[in-house]
Structures are given as C-alpha cells and as structure tokens.
C-alpha cells in the first residue's frame, strides 16, 4: 500500500526555465546557449553544476548565490513557476487520505519560498535543512524519518534517475519518475527509467488513478 507521497521540486513541482535563464544572464552568456551546454552536461552523465564551470573555470555556486542575493538578484520562483499540475494533483492525494511530503535539493531560502506558495502538503523540507543531500542516502533516511509511514509505503517523486529514483530504490522507497525537465527528458530511455521505478509519469495528475489502482493490486 502507498500511504504517503513525497516529492522533489525542480522539473518535479517548479518549472526552472526562469531561473537557470537568470544565471545565463548572471554570467553573461546567451540564455540558448547555456542551455544548450546544459543538456551536454546532463547526457554525459555529469553533474549539472559542472555548466558554470564550463563558461567560467572556478565557479562557486554557494558564493555566487550571495552575490546574487547582494546584487538584488537573488534565488526565486512563486506560484507561475509552479507546473500547471501541481496544486490539482496534492489536492487530489490528500483528499484521497494521501500523506502528502515535499522534499528536496533546495537552500533555506528557497525552503521558505515553497512554504509561502501555501501548497497543500503535510511537510516540506530541503537538503539544507537536514544537512543531507541527493544522492546520498542518508537524504532519503531523512524522508523515512519525517514521513509517518513505512519506507515501501512511500512514494518519492522524481524527474532525475540519478538523484532521485535510484538512491530513493536504495533506501527502501517505492518510486515514480516523471518525465519532464531536462533529466527527465534526457534520462528517459535509459533502462533503469522501466526497470527499477514503481510507476512513470507524464503529469502529476496521473498520480491519484495510478496510486488507487497500485493500493487495489492492479499492477
């Protein structure tokens, strides 16, 4: 039985297109092309982080993070960022007697950035308040904690196979994999995509129909 949902929130919850567009005018490059260096990245299999390295050698995200917030441009996305299907689909879990947990690699700042969308959520949570982050996964040990329910009754959400799904398999966690976002586009094909996720996903509105059919044994 799946009792409780969590989910990520980039590409999963929020539409990161402005924000990774800012960083692109931050660093003086065309928003195409930085973009583009970014879907390299990810189909080498590298970490995200290693784009601003590519167009400034030495780049700090945690440092350039303050000068932003310094500048006045700091970190942000509200309620239009949000993807189309969010609010309908927690809606829907809870309402269905869903426990309802988000999530995921995000700063305080941005933690209190979801807490003043007033989403309809039991819990959220980000990396930098547990002190643990994706993949490790002692992140998904802190879900287990925070989560009122056993880790094969949790349903992590995700876009990403390497930070999402296959850590959250590691810790116990029944998984669903969305396909959107640049991960979620990228790493569709790969074959742990169908091996090892519990369910895939087009939308979140999926989930309520897919959950109630997977409690019902029609797997």
Same mark, same amino acid.
């Given at each position: 039985m799946i009792r409780a949902v969590v989910f990520d929130v980039g590409e999963c919850l929020v539409d990161e297109t402005r924000e990774y567009g800012t960083w692109a005018d931050w660093l003086g490059v065309p928003r195409h092309t930085f973009a583009a260096m970014f879907g390299a990245v990810i189909a080498q299999g590298r970490d995200y982080r290693e784009t601003f390295q590519e167009f400034r050698p030495g780049f700090d995200l945690t440092e350039e993070r303050e000068r932003r917030a310094e500048a006045g441009k700091p970190e942000w996305f509200g309620e239009d960022d949000l993807y189309a299907d969010v609010r309908p689909a927690l809606t829907a879990l809870r309402e269905a007697g869903l426990w309802v947990g988000i999530a995921g690699n995000q700063t305080v700042r941005a933690g209190g950035l979801l807490r003043g969308l007033d989403l309809p959520s039991d819990l959220i949570a980000t990396s930098d308040d547990w002190g643990a982050s994706k993949p490790d996964v002692a992140f998904f040990e802190k879900v287990i904690e925070a989560t009122p329910a056993e880790p094969g009754e949790?349903?992590?959400v995700g876009d990403r196979l390497d930070n999402?799904?296959?850590? $959250?398999?590691? =810790?116990? /966690? /029944?998984? $669903?994999l969305i396909r959107r976002g640049p991960w979620g586009t990228i790493q569709q094909h790969d074959p742990d995509a169908d091996a090892i996720t519990t369910m895939r996903i087009d939308s979140l509105d999926? /989930?309520?129909?897919?959950? =109630?059919?997977f409690n019902a044994g029609e797997r």
């Open positions: 949790i349903l992590y999402d799904i296959r850590p $959250a398999v590691q =810790a116990g /966690l /029944l998984t $669903a999926e /989930l309520p129909e897919r959950i =109630a059919k």
